[in-house]
């Protein structure tokens, strides 16, 4: 069982930037991808961005050009890096990862925007 454990999030003005944070433990094989995915209020779950273990990368056009993922292998993380936040970006922010054919969740972080 893969565990994942979000941190980062929290209130930022417009136009501020916030780092997520994940930590994933327990995986006896390699994990594929890592990733993010957001919920606001009232939406349906919108996928963010993710990133292979070979650091291949791709983002939603909304977040493109303003969040940057990142990871590391070693330490089973991944990092998402926001900047020129909006109030549109505020979320429930989701960390996941896939190990073989198998996705996990963590509990989520929130993230507002707001002045």
């Known amino acids: 069982q893969v565990q994942l454990v979000e941190s980062g999030g929290g209130l930022v003005q417009p136009g501020g930037s916030l780092r997520l944070s994940c930590a994933a433990s327990?995986?006896?094989?390699?994990?594929?991808?890592m990733g993010w995915y957001r919920q606001a209020p009232g939406k349906e779950r919108e996928w963010v961005a993710a990133i292979t273990s070979g650091s291949s990368t791709a983002y939603a056009d909304s977040v493109k050009g303003r969040f940057t993922i990142s990871r590391d292998n070693a330490n089973n993380t991944v990092s998402l890096q926001m900047s020129s936040l909006k109030p549109d970006d505020t979320a429930v922010y989701y960390c996941?990862?896939?190990?073989?054919?198998?996705?996990?969740w963590g509990q989520g972080t929130q993230v507002t925007v707001s002045s």
């Open positions: 327990g995986s006896k094989f390699r994990i594929n991808f």
């Open positions: 996941y990862a896939t190990v073989s054919s198998y996705e996990y």
